[in-house]
């Protein structure tokens, strides 16, 4: 079993920077695909961003590619997602996710991960 507990997120406004944690407690987090999803209201969940067990290869949708940056720290057993000029559009529930078996195919499905945190309410004004 793997926990994961988001922290970091809030109000800021347009243009500004987040900085997104995610801590995990449990086996063996170093060898998970941990990722970053959302969901606005109204919206389905979508994939932001995932990052290898190793952290040598990371993946960005197209809408926040070159604004975000996912990183993690296998000796603090915590993901990080760096949110720089942000969009009203990026307003959602950021939600910090955990998978054994990701692949190409499968890493931004949501299906595929194994454990979720329980999200956390990230909101932009313009």
């Known amino acids: 079993q793997v926990q994961l507990v988001e922290s970091g997120g809030g109000l800021v406004q347009a243009g500004g920077s987040l900085r997104l944690s995610c801590a995990a407690s449990?086996?063996?987090?170093?060898?998970?695909?941990m990722a970053w999803f959302r969901q606005a209201p109204g919206k389905e969940r979508e994939f932001v961003a995932a990052i290898t067990w190793s952290g040598i290869s990371t993946y960005y949708a197209d809408s926040v590619k070159g604004r975000f940056t996912i990183s993690r720290d296998n000796a603090k057993n915590t993901e990080y997602l760096q949110m720089n000029s942000l969009k009203p559009e990026d307003t959602a529930v950021y939600y910090c996710a955990a998978g054994s078996l990701i692949n190409a195919g499968s890493r931004r499905r949501v299906g595929d991960y194994d454990y979720w945190g329980q999200g956390i309410q990230v909101t932009v004004s313009s």
């Open positions: 449990g086996r063996t987090f170093s060898s998970y695909t």
